[in-house]
């Protein structure tokens, strides 16, 4: 908005303070950390060297940081994946009939809102191993996804269904053509908001389920033994790889829904 | 008198509101039949049930003797509501019912025959847009190529130009009778504005407030196109008007 | 609408008829299984029975894990709002000044809440962890959506007022924060939601003894499966009320909008 005006060098402008606010920050960051001396302070140098560090040599236990982060993507992927796959064709399925939903509701909704992450003891007991992550993973990820598709399956205009209808088109012809491509970009959301969960129950999975490879249980183990430095590497790694993900959903986001009228994003 | 083709005689309620009551009459072949009656009133509940999107209460909506089904027979239906497929380009939308009635949409023939309905309304040059790059009028222009494309047997337009303002609708009025003059086609056309239906009928049917009834038939016989403000024209008016000023 | 009202009963009864199926099964699996990792549905009444008069392990009642559980949202919530809502609303109305410096907040929306949770361990203790936790987990949500809906206010209400001549305190008490409280609400819910999911977490990982999350952990580490069901069906139904609440809150204040979306 503020650089409509003169949009090239607005632009330039935006991007330039921005560049000036980062190097503010770490200046100050850089001098603090340095007169303060504190353990609980490091200086940004710090921060970097302990990055390769945990590039190079690895954790404590020698496993490096890129072990650590194939570890949780690859069980995010797989829950999601899961998620995805039972999401969106149950939600699509309960959207157009909306008796099965309304009459199970006395069992979905109270497991709907028990956070995912309270199943995680209960998980540990019963499951094993990658199971246990997938698991909590699919469980984070299912109901944005599957509730997103619903809603937005039961919200379709009546109108747009009426179109191949009033031609004699069959029921799964309309579904192809209109239900599916409709709820398409609330099923994106859904998947968008299911992966944040999913990176949420991860963490914690990973804190809680006792393996030691894994970015959420790397930044504990460091926590046991006061190393801000390393945890902050671990933080930070976490958020580039969140925003990546987001960025991607965007990107598709606005390739695939150039119909729309209009993408708000937040 | 041209061969009759669909046969009215039903009545309609939804649980315990009764909307239709007793309406029977029959359409003929290439009339152009226009529907008046008050908001409301249960216009487009007729409209779906001519166009067999639904079914009667009680009673028969039929074409060639048969219960009216899209899946058979070959009707078309123009939406009161804004009905372009936002996801859909201008030549996707336009192309879906003759897709449906089994048209391969990338054969020639049925090319040939999207690219004539689409020069028809005047939508040439716009076939790779969506629908929010367009102005109402021309959504409504891709609903009624739409309708057009699969050369229907009986031809539906419930209020397509109610959301245009009036400058527009007239245009489009024109336009309508340009193409039905030279795709002749069996129309049925609901409206609650008389003038409209005074310029484009061969014959009216008014209808009451609601429960609806048939209240009055008229024929009419002014050559086209008509003047909107030959004496003829204003006493058929002025008569429509009155008849659906009365209490119904 | 009599046939309404038929309608209601039997959705009512179809309800009633899947969660007799489930519970059924799932006691016959459990019968079957003759596991201890499996309780009952009764063995979870007695749970609960238990934890509501003697309590666990160590003697904490539920009513005292839930109130802890309560009051460390409750706290974390309290201060999220307290700084995200200002925030969001003055960043809003300086957006040159979020434009220019969002390279510093933006990176640290994507670090998952409960990534916060080792820095607040080694940091922070006792109560105050908790309170970090929720406040990052759910400032986020509340902070954005004010900022954005304030960058969406109608300019057309904005300029009307301003031609009658209105000052900029009347604009933004009149005009700018009815129209954005409804996405402000709509923020705080997620945030609740959110919170009530870090702040198991947070009590999983976190030292003390008390609190909901506790509760389901050190059960399952002794194995009473029934006291982690009882746990899961508490927070489920804390999150829940609490989710109500703001609904309830939003229906009264909003009556002016057409409708209220509930989901
Ligand atoms: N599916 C439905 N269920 C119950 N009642 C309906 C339904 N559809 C229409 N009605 C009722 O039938 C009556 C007539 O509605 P209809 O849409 O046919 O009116 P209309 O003549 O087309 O009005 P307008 O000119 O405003 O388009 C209204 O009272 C409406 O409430
Ligand atoms: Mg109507």
Redo the contacts between chains.
């Keep these: 908005m503020a650089n409509d005006k003169n949009a090239g060098s607005g632009k330039l402008g935006t991007f330039g303070y921005n560049a000036l606010a980062l190097s503010i920050f770490i200046l100050l960051w850089t001098i603090v950390s340095w007169i303060s001396e504190s353990l609980f302070l490091p200086t940004p140098w710090t921060v970097l060297k302990s990055f390769l560090d945990l590039c190079t040599y690895g954790d404590v236990e020698g496993i490096s940081l890129g072990m650590h982060i194939f570890k949780s993507t690859l069980r995010i992927f797989a829950g999601f994946v899961a998620a995805c796959i039972l999401g969106i064709p149950l939600g699509i399925l309960m959207g157009l009939y909306p008796r099965v939903y309304d009459s199970t509701k006395s069992v979905i909704e109270p497991i709907r809102f028990i956070p995912p992450v309270a199943w995680i003891p209960l998980v540990i007991v019963l499951l094993v191993g990658f199971s246990r992550y997938a698991f909590i993973i699919w469980l984070g990820a299912f109901f944005p996804i599957f509730i997103g598709t619903l809603l937005s399956v039961r919200s379709v205009n009546p109108?747009?269904i009426?179109?191949?209808?009033?031609?004699?088109?069959k029921r799964l012809?309309i579904i192809r053509?209109?239900v599916i491509?409709?709820t398409l970009p609330d099923i994106f959301t859904g998947m968008r908001v299911g992966m944040g969960i999913g990176w949420d129950c991860i963490m914690a999975a990973e804190m809680i389920g006792g393996e030691n490879e894994g970015l959420g249980v790397m930044i504990l183990k460091y926590a046991e033994l006061i190393r801000i430095e390393d945890i902050m590497v671990g933080m930070i790694v976490i958020g580039a790889i969140g925003f990546f993900i987001n960025e991607i959903f965007i990107f598709v986001e606005r390739r695939v829904?150039?119909?729309?009228?209009a993408i708000v994003i937040s | 008198m041209e061969r009759e083709l669909i046969d009215v005689d039903m009545s309609m309620k939804f649980?315990?509101l009764s909307v239709l009551e007793d309406i029977k009459f029959k359409v003929h072949e290439n009339e152009f039949l226009v529907i008046v009656g008050p908001t409301g009133c249960g216009k487009t509940t007729l409209a779906r049930l001519l166009?067999?999107?639904s079914k009667p209460s009680s009673g028969h909506v039929t074409i060639a003797g048969e219960d009216v089904?899209?899946?058979?027979?070959n009707?078309?239906?123009v939406?009161q509501?804004?009905?372009c497929?936002?996801?859909?380009t201008i030549w996707d939308d336009i192309s879906?019912?003759l897709e449906?009635?089994g048209n391969n949409p990338q054969t020639a023939e049925t090319k040939a025959r999207i690219k004539e309905v689409i020069k028809l309304v005047g939508l040439d040059g716009f076939e790779e847009y969506?629908?929010?790059q367009i102005s109402g009028g021309m959504k409504q222009r891709v609903a009624i190529a739409?309708a057009y494309a699969?050369k229907p047997d009986f031809l539906l337009m419930d209020e397509p130009f109610g959301h245009l303002d009036a400058q527009t609708r007239y245009l489009m009025q024109i336009e309508i009778m340009r193409i039905w003059e030279r795709e002749k086609k069996t129309v049925a056309y609901i409206t609650n504005n008389i003038e409209e239906a005074v310029y484009l009928a061969t014959r009216i049917i008014v209808l009451s407030k609601l429960p609806a009834r048939i209240k009055a038939e008229h024929s009419i016989n002014l050559p086209r196109p008509r003047d909107l403000t030959g004496p003829d024209f204003l006493r058929i008016r002025a008569e429509i008007t009155e008849q659906c000023e009365v209490v119904g | 609408?009599t046939?309404n009202y038929a309608e209601k009963m039997k959705t009512m009864g179809l309800n009633f008829f899947t969660l007799a199926m489930v519970l059924v099964l799932w006691t016959l699996i459990a019968y079957w299984q003759k596991s201890p990792f499996f309780a009952t549905p009764y063995d979870i009444v007695l749970g609960f029975v238990q934890m509501v008069t003697v309590g666990d392990v160590e003697g904490y009642r539920l009513w005292s894990h839930m109130l802890h559980s309560l009051v460390r949202v409750s706290a974390g919530f309290a201060a999220a709002c307290l700084v995200g809502i200002p925030g969001g609303l003055l960043l809003g109305l300086y957006p040159k000044i979020y434009d220019r410096t969002r390279i510093l907040v933006e990176p640290i929306r994507f670090i998952s809440p409960i990534a916060w949770i080792p820095m607040a361990i080694v940091l922070l203790v006792g109560f105050s962890r908790y309170i970090f936790v929720i406040w990052v987990a759910s400032f986020f949500p509340i902070f954005v959506s004010t900022l954005w809906s304030v960058r969406q206010v109608n300019a057309v209400y904005v300029n009307v007022a301003r031609v009658a001549g209105a000052s900029r305190l009347f604009i933004i008490r009149k005009i700018i924060f009815p129209s954005i409280l409804p996405s402000v609400i709509g923020g705080m819910r997620i945030s609740l939601g959110i919170s009530w999911m870090c702040i198991v977490a947070a009590e999983m990982i976190g030292g003390q003894m008390v609190g909901i999350g506790r509760l389901i952990l050190k059960s399952a580490m002794v194995t009473r499966m029934d006291l982690v069901v009882v746990g899961m069906i508490s927070i489920g139904f804390v999150g829940y009320a609490t989710n109500e609440l703001i609904i309830f809150i939003e229906k009264r204040i909003f009556r002016w909008r057409a409708a209220v979306s509930i989901e």
């Design positions: 109108t747009h009426d179109v191949p209808r009033s031609f004699g088109a012809y053509k209109i491509p409709s829904f150039k119909w729309k009228e | 649980d315990n166009g067999g999107l089904n899209p899946k058979i027979h009707v078309s239906f939406f509501e804004p009905s497929i936002p996801w859909l879906m019912g449906i009635k969506f629908p929010k739409r699969t | 609408m046939n």
